[in-house]
């Protein structure tokens, strides 16, 4: 008896040791960033009651979770916002000061700017990269004295030699693992390129014109079909969640989806089932494939230490047919004003939410406002390690927030659009350096003849004018010396968080849209 109970005893021992250890070595939550694509605030029927798209999953991961109703992208705009999640950094910092790159751009991020997933793989975590990229990677070429076009017209691709490698990616910018395209779905090359290698050298060139489901001309893949990107996206992500979540270290994952942007492609399975539009269609098929994420999180037995954050990278796109959806009772920035591309709130407020069992108590609902440069300040909070003065200048961490502190985390915060525009938020006070709308709603930037009537700044109260029909400006002048006095001080130290003064990146042409500054 007592030889057996002797070898027992160890079993047991050694049984509770190895638990123990892979508890220890994982003291850190897996952490995995999901971002759709032009998805609006009121696209989500948990934030909007009067909305017309059923949401479920997404509505559960914010039932179990924290949802913040006060969520901000730094930017109107796809290339910029990604810039701000990745850096911590605003993106009106880096060279690109309005506008976004194409599917050729070279790389928008220098290899020695530190990244989330930099931070996060220097601190024992495994990290990946599964979607649309937007921000740039340097294509070989066949010709190094020829770069040819942009990457607006399909001969800009001709010197491209897709046998090779691309330089200067997502694993230069710390993901052990990378597969996704490198521009939004409607924007040539349409080529995965995984590890940095592309799967197939494009033998064909295909294009879309049809009014949902367009995408430009452009050297295309065997194996890159457009209707499948998505769906191929998420299979990707499920695959790799159950793989590694059987290792020990914690990993980072960055799910960038292209969708529900153009093409607008829901598959045959949702065509139909929002009875809006293949929009509203597309939404559905998102949110269902959320709930597929959700299951798979769950059965790899990680989803007590497991964060969950799903967000957009802008509001709704007036290619989703908005006048459609609001014709049938659906307006997919709820009561805000504008959509993508705009600095009014529709151009930037965006779902926010965030599940983690373990960290954050079910059901809570914040008002306090964030923006996505939050992550990188959020993952340096959560591993213990304190970032230097030139890393996440414009982060502050979420972390207080989730446990339900009512406290703000951050003094002001500030928006762009996609010409450039600025506009900085303290409290209830929004204040917009332009007349229009900067981007593509009215008053459009170039309407020249209804801009020059405009006051040159427009001052909102977002407590009693969420909808801003009402400009303070004029009215104001404290505040609003107040406000830009504190922009100012933001764009000129190259920082908002405290830290030493830092340089944003210098640009070879004026600056215009900092002119206010001398005014």
Same mark, same amino acid.
């Given at each position: 008896?007592k030889?057996?109970?002797?070898?027992?005893?160890?079993?047991?021992?050694?049984?509770?040791?190895?638990?123990s250890?892979?508890? @220890?070595?994982?003291?850190?939550? $897996?952490?995995?960033y999901?971002?759709?694509d @032009?998805?609006?605030?009121?696209?989500?029927?948990?934030?909007?009651?009067?909305?017309k798209?059923?949401t479920?999953?997404?509505?559960? !991961?914010?039932?179990?979770?924290?949802?913040?109703?006060?969520?901000?992208? =730094?930017?109107?705009?796809?290339?910029p916002?990604?810039?701000?999640?990745?850096?911590?950094?605003?993106?009106?910092? =880096?060279?690109?000061? /309005?506008?976004? !790159?194409?599917?050729?751009?070279? %790389?928008?991020?220098?290899?020695?700017?530190?990244?989330?997933?930099?931070?996060?793989?220097?601190?024992?975590?495994?990290?990946?990269?599964i979607?649309?990229?937007?921000?740039?990677?340097?294509?070989?070429?066949?010709?190094?004295?020829?770069n +040819?076009?942009e990457?607006?017209?399909?001969?800009d691709?001709?010197?491209?030699?897709?046998?090779?490698?691309?330089?200067?990616?997502p694993?230069?910018?710390?993901?052990?693992?990378?597969?996704?395209?490198?521009?939004?779905?409607?924007?040539?090359?349409?080529?995965?390129?995984e590890?940095?290698?592309?799967?197939?050298?494009?033998?064909?060139?295909?294009?879309?014109?049809?009014?949902? =489901?367009?995408?430009?001309k452009?050297?295309?893949?065997?194996?890159? &079909?457009?209707?499948?990107v998505?769906? $191929?996206?998420?299979?990707? =992500?499920?695959?790799?969640?159950?793989?590694? /979540?059987?290792?020990?270290?914690?990993?980072?994952?960055?799910?960038?989806?292209? /969708?529900?942007?153009?093409?607008?492609?829901?598959?045959?399975e949702?065509?139909?089932?929002s009875?809006l539009n293949?929009?509203?269609?597309?939404?559905?098929?998102?949110?269902?494939?959320?709930?597929q994420l959700?299951?798979? &999180?769950?059965?790899?037995?990680?989803?007590?230490?497991?964060?969950?954050?799903?967000?957009s990278?802008?509001?709704?796109?007036?290619?989703?047919?908005? @006048?459609?959806? #609001?014709?049938?009772?659906?307006?997919?920035?709820?009561?805000?004003?504008g959509?993508?591309?705009? &600095?009014?709130e529709? +151009?930037?407020?965006?779902?926010?939410?965030?599940?983690?069992?373990?960290?954050?108590?079910?059901g809570?609902?914040?008002?306090?406002?964030?923006?996505t440069?939050?992550?990188?300040?959020?993952?340096?909070?959560?591993?213990?390690?304190?970032?230097?003065?030139?890393?996440?200048?414009?982060?502050?961490?979420?972390?207080?927030?989730?446990?339900?502190?009512?406290?703000?985390?951050?003094?002001?915060?500030?928006?762009? /659009?996609?010409?450039?525009?600025?506009?900085?938020?303290?409290?209830?006070?929004? !204040?917009?350096?332009?007349?229009?709308?900067?981007?593509?709603?009215?008053?459009?930037?170039?309407?020249?003849?209804?801009i020059?009537?405009?006051?040159?700044?427009? !001052?909102?109260?977002?407590? #009693?004018?969420?909808?801003?029909?009402?400009?303070?400006?004029? %009215?104001n002048?404290?505040?609003?010396?107040?406000?830009?006095?504190?922009?100012?001080?933001?764009?000129?130290? +190259?920082?908002?968080t405290?830290?030493?003064?830092?340089?944003? @990146?210098?640009?070879?042409?004026?600056?215009?849209?900092?002119?206010?500054? $001398?005014?």
């Open positions: 008896m030889k057996l109970f002797l070898p027992l005893c160890l079993i047991v021992f050694l049984f509770i040791n190895a638990c250890t892979k508890t @220890d070595v994982q003291q850190h939550p $897996n952490i995995i999901i971002l759709a @032009d998805l609006g605030y009121g696209d989500i029927s948990a934030l909007n009651e009067q909305g798209i059923n479920p999953n997404i509505d559960k !991961l914010a039932a179990e979770g924290i949802q913040f109703t006060d969520a901000h992208t =730094s930017s109107a705009v796809c290339t916002t990604r810039y701000g999640i990745l850096t911590g950094r605003y993106n009106w910092r =880096s060279t690109l000061k /309005s506008g976004v !790159l194409t599917g050729k751009s070279k %790389a928008l991020i220098p290899s020695d700017r530190k990244t989330v997933a930099k931070l996060l793989q220097e601190n024992n975590y495994t990290t990946a990269f979607g649309k990229w937007h921000l740039g990677w340097d294509w070989a070429l066949k010709n190094d004295e020829d +040819g076009g990457g607006w017209t399909p001969t691709f001709d010197n491209i030699d897709f046998s090779k490698p691309i330089k200067n990616g694993k230069e910018l710390g993901f052990d693992y990378s597969y996704g395209h490198s521009g939004s779905l409607d924007m040539a090359p349409y080529v995965y390129v590890n940095g290698m592309p799967t197939q050298v494009p033998d064909t060139f295909t294009v879309n014109t049809g009014k949902y =489901s367009w995408w430009r452009g050297p295309t893949s065997a194996d890159f &079909i457009h209707e499948d998505t769906p $191929n996206f998420f299979r990707k =992500s499920f695959k790799y969640i159950s793989e590694i /979540s059987k290792q020990e270290k914690p990993f980072f994952l960055y799910l960038a989806l292209p /969708s529900p942007h153009t093409p607008i492609l829901p598959t045959e949702w065509q139909g089932k009875g293949p929009y509203g269609d597309f939404v559905m098929e998102i949110d269902n494939y959320m709930g959700q299951k798979v &999180i769950t059965d790899a037995g990680i989803e007590e230490n497991t964060i969950v954050i799903f967000t990278d802008n509001g709704c796109s007036p290619a989703a047919k908005i @006048d459609e959806l #609001t014709a049938k009772g659906h307006y997919p920035s709820y009561i805000y004003r959509h993508k591309a705009d &600095i009014f529709g +151009g930037h407020r965006v779902p926010f939410m965030v599940k983690w069992p373990a960290g954050i108590a079910p809570l609902i914040s008002g306090q406002t964030i923006c440069t939050d992550l990188m300040a959020t993952c340096a909070d959560i591993i213990n390690t304190p970032l230097a003065d030139n890393e996440g200048e414009d982060s502050f961490s979420m972390l207080p927030l989730f446990e339900a502190t009512n406290q703000p985390i951050r003094e002001a915060t500030v928006h762009h /659009s996609i010409n450039g525009s600025f506009a900085i938020r303290k409290g209830a006070w929004k !204040l917009i350096m332009c007349p229009g709308s900067g981007g593509w709603s009215f008053p459009k930037p170039g309407n020249k003849e209804v020059d009537t405009l006051p040159k700044y427009q !001052l909102y109260n977002l407590e #009693t004018d969420p909808g801003e029909t009402k400009n303070l400006y004029s %009215a002048p404290e505040k609003t010396d107040e406000l830009k006095t504190l922009l100012v001080k933001y764009i000129t130290e +190259g920082r908002s405290p830290g030493a003064q830092q340089q944003n @990146d210098p640009v070879d042409a004026e600056w215009k849209q900092i002119g206010f500054i $001398n005014d």
